[in-house]
């Protein structure tokens, strides 16, 4: 018979299983080379903070002192926790030189200024204190109120009291907050398996007090401006339709009815889309090459450079950096050479949310002078997917305008859910993202390493997958993504993709015919390294000796001439042709055609036709070998049709029109 517990038994169980909460340690610093004000000031804050007396702290907020700039920027290299510094304007040089030099390896940390009468050095990203007043708990309050600031989540918070009051729904959605399931005898499970809170966080706009997504005005507001300031624009807005939505906005808005832009043959097809739905005029500039391990690159500069010069009525530049493979743009040179010629820069960095938070991965798109930039918030950092932040830093942006073109592509019934995932991974960023990204870069070392080791697969530096034209340009590779070389193993990557999966739960990112690709992420610990290594090492050892020779796919082609704008083709007549004949060859009749939709392999999910394009024969090789290869590549937007694959044309094989060449 089990003995009843005593009730100390109970309560010394109780301890054990409900952890004890602990607030995140901060840490502030004060510099000054005159000794006296700097212990003395760092002596009374310690005592104040000591006896506490906040009712509700964010944190545990410890406070030393330090003597120069340069140990306070050795200090801000190696301490996550480190949230607020003060600086001494009497005792050291060039205070707003030293703000500089601190933002550059921590872009969120919050500094205040100790002037004296008389003396006020102009820093936008700092704030003033009086270095003569002796009230330390004035300090201590507003360097409080600063962390606290950046901790806070106006709408995530404004969301969980809602959802605490439990209020009775007389609203959309039918659900009413898991109502319409949780009893259900046939849709109760998915009840469960998504959780209560999903349900009660999927809210309507009828509920005032979250504000609208379509034209904030206090919390959606307030998140939005917090993370303005967290990731370096002047303008932020929340997008829950992902990255696509929001290239197709920022086009949109530059280009208005029609208009050049200048366009990365590699981008993502949102912005081919964008091309059909605002009447532009792109001109295609050629994605860079390695073709021994299937990547594709950026634009050279010489490339973009080029194009620049010969289209003077260009408006618009849309470059992706960085790629999906990790390729970033040297793209200071490239903006400025842009803003000379007039034209507006917008950087997709949908793969590159996370560069803004530690020194490794910067300068970013922003530092560079990009005027508008897209980012997929949920790719690389901790937002639900399809939540993606646009950030603007144009001289010239009419917000009112925009904010018309993002509305006409934004649901007036938005997730909150999503919404609350960006006011929440933008404070994560602020409060802690150089530690975790310290961390991911740790955690990526340590994969390259032991993936090296195991003497069958090695992970490819950046002159390994680096394309010839571009050695000298400056690209630089985001060392979060790992691309797998497999060419000595004696199995193909799709063959290690399976294994992967099926023998040790392992799921990658992507994969071309020798390469896997894996993404280290704010997600990523240190079981998941270990595991991934493990599986490696162990399919290492099933691995015949002698590696299997693949054949890498076919080069994708260049993007042809195009020969009608891509509205135009998209929306005008059309007829389906097939793409073979009847002995399985290329159909001649589609040479010299112009095709009417875009046809994208994935990947790598580079277009080889967009609307507008001339069909060339080059194009046609490529597409059968596809189609009828077993390399696992899909082809988006082929249509079939009683078994056949079927492209949809428009135009007459001598059409002379041509609106814009590609530039090679």
Known sequence: MIPTPTPRAILLTRVLIVPEHRLPSCHAIIVSTDDAWRDTLCQRLVELEARGGEEHPCCELSISALATPDLLLEQARADGALQCVVLDAASLTDVTAIVTRLHRVRSEVDVFIAVSPGQAPADDNAELIDRDDTRAEILLRRLRRAIAKRASTPFADTLREYIDGARDAWHTPGHSSGDGLRESPWVADFYRMMGEHVFNADLSVSVQELDSLLEPSHVIHAAQDLAADAFGAKHTFFVTNGTSMANKVIVQHVLGNSGKMLVDQACHKSVHHAAIMSGADPVYLPASVNETFGLYGPVSKKTIYDAIAAHPDARLLVLTSCSYDGFYYDLEPIIRRAHAAGIKVLVDEAWYAHGYFHPDLRPCALECGADYVTQSTHKMLSAFSQASMIHVADPQFDESRFREHLNMHTSTSPHYGLIASLDVARKQMSMEGFTRLERCITHARELRRGISQTERFRVLELEDMLPDSLKDDGVRLDPTKLTIDVSRAGCSARALQKA??????????????????????????????????????????????????????????????????????????????????????????????????????????????????????DVLDYLLDLYHGDSGIELHGLMRHEGRAMLRVTGNTDDEHSVTASTD
């Not at 509205?567 to 001649?588: Q, T």
Request: charged share 20%; proline share 11%.
């Open 500 to 617: 992967l999966y099926e023998k040790h739960s392992i799921q990658v990112e992507k994969i071309t015919h020798n390469t896997l690709s894996v993404l280290v992420t704010l997600g990523t610990t240190q079981s998941k390294v270990l595991r991934l290594l493990n599986a490696l090492r162990s399919l290492a050892r099933e691995i015949p000796e002698k590696p299997l020779r693949l054949q890498p796919p076919s080069v994708l082609p260049a993007i042809g001439d195009i020969v009608a704008r891509p509205r135009e083709a998209y929306f005008g007549p059309s007829e389906d042709l097939p793409l073979s004949d009847e002995a399985h060859g290329i159909n001649s009749g589609l040479i010299g055609r112009t095709s009417a939709d875009q046809v994208v392999p994935y990947p790598p999910g580079i277009p080889v036709l967009v609307p507008g394009q001339r069909i060339s024969e």
